[in-house]
């Protein structure tokens, strides 16, 4: 059992459902969906959360085949995509707050209504409690780092997304052998409506990970959260000036803090956070320091694959320091501040 994925651990082991799955068996009731009716909808949704809350712990309680649930023609999964496509029309999916109608423009991540994805493969690459991990690299990003490590990724859209189609890739990928369906990319919020609409297609019992910058709004917290069994989130700045001068993004501090938490009382988290040279003691001191005393016991992944690429390479003069990879004295450091504050490092 993986201290701080306990649960996880066991979906792998098919001793326990995955919560999209869960969600999926809770009969809903469909209304059509409009500006006017998303109020109802989203009524609806509370409603059946607290059944969906109950239903997770009963679940919990033994174990179950997920080859013997019933699925209804209608769920609580089937309502929350048909939220998301709602809230597509003003979208606040991320801290960004655009607000604009998706079907008609686009705000800051550049992403319509249609989702693009780059690559979907067994990763080897990824934490050990996750591979063979079937990760989906979705295009797009909601931040732009001076640094992006996928550059390749985030400035392009590459195939279009088939929801059933990929439905059907991640049960390959599971019978080839992946652990999990990992949604990345760039980022996987922003993409949130066609990755509710992917998980309708799937029957099987697969663990759901959330690759996430953890720059979601609460709304889109509030329906996500339901579906996924690890937060893979990225915790990258101790202080909203650099996450300002770097990712552009204002209120980081703030935002993602408050998304940890929410995160860690609902589900399982793995927390990664990668050391960037001189941002030792403004960063990864005070984000250790913080998940002792917030979220204690957290699986935490301490990154030093830090490579100065994208626009550091191009301006090396203008992001100095950050333009050159971690010293040895800095990974010395930053595993010294995981002993202080006692952190459940992957190892
Ligand atoms: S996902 Fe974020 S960045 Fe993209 S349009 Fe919505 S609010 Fe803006």
Redesign the pocket.
């Given at each position: 059992m993986i201290p701080g994925l306990e649960r996880y651990s066991l979906v792998c082991e098919g001793k326990r459902i995955a919560r999209f799955l869960i969600a999926k068996t809770i009969e809903a009731e469909k209304t059509e969906c409009n500006d006017e009716t998303l109020k109802e909808m989203l009524k609806q949704h509370s409603e059946l959360k607290k059944e969906f809350r109950k239903l997770v712990k009963e679940f919990d309680e033994e174990e179950t085949d997920a080859g013997e649930l019933e699925f209804p023609e209608y769920s609580f999964l089937h309502l929350k995509a048909d939220i998301l496509r709602e809230m597509l029309h003003g979208?606040?999916?991320?801290e960004?707050?655009?607000g604009?109608d998706?079907y008609t423009s686009?705000?800051?991540?550049r992403?319509g209504v249609k989702s693009y994805y780059a690559s979907e493969f067994l990763h080897m690459g990824e934490e050990p409690e996750l591979i063979p991990s079937h990760t989906i690299f979705f295009n797009r990003c909601?931040f732009s780092c001076v640094f992006c490590q996928n550059y390749d990724i985030v400035y392009d859209d590459d195939y279009p997304v088939n929801p059933e189609e990929m439905a059907k890739v991640i049960e390959i990928r599971f019978f080839q052998g992946s652990r999990n369906v990992n949604f990345v990319g760039g980022n996987p919020?922003?993409h949130a409506h066609t990755i509710l609409e992917i998980l309708c297609h799937v029957s099987l019992s697969i663990p759901v990970v959330w690759n996430s910058n953890m720059y979601h709004s609460e709304e889109l917290a509030e329906v996500v959260e339901d579906v996924v069994d690890v937060w893979l989130g990225d915790f990258k700045y101790g202080q909203d000036s650099c996450a300002e001068r770097y990712s552009r993004v204002k209120n980081y501090w703030k935002v993602v803090t408050r998304n940890f938490k929410r995160a860690y009382e609902n589900g399982e988290v793995l927390l990664r956070h990668l050391v960037m040279p001189n941002n030792l003691e403004c960063c990864t001191y005070r984000i250790a320091e913080w998940v002792s005393r917030n979220i204690p016991g957290v699986r935490f992944n301490m990154m030093f694959q830090y490579r100065p690429e994208f626009m550091v390479r191009q301006h090396p003069e203008k992001w100095k320091g950050i333009a050159r990879r971690l010293t040895k004295e800095e990974m010395e450091r930053a595993m010294e501040i995981a002993r202080i504050f006692d952190l459940n490092l992957v190892e």
């Open positions: 979208c606040t999916f991320c960004r707050r655009c604009v998706r686009k705000g800051f991540c992403c909601t919020d922003q």
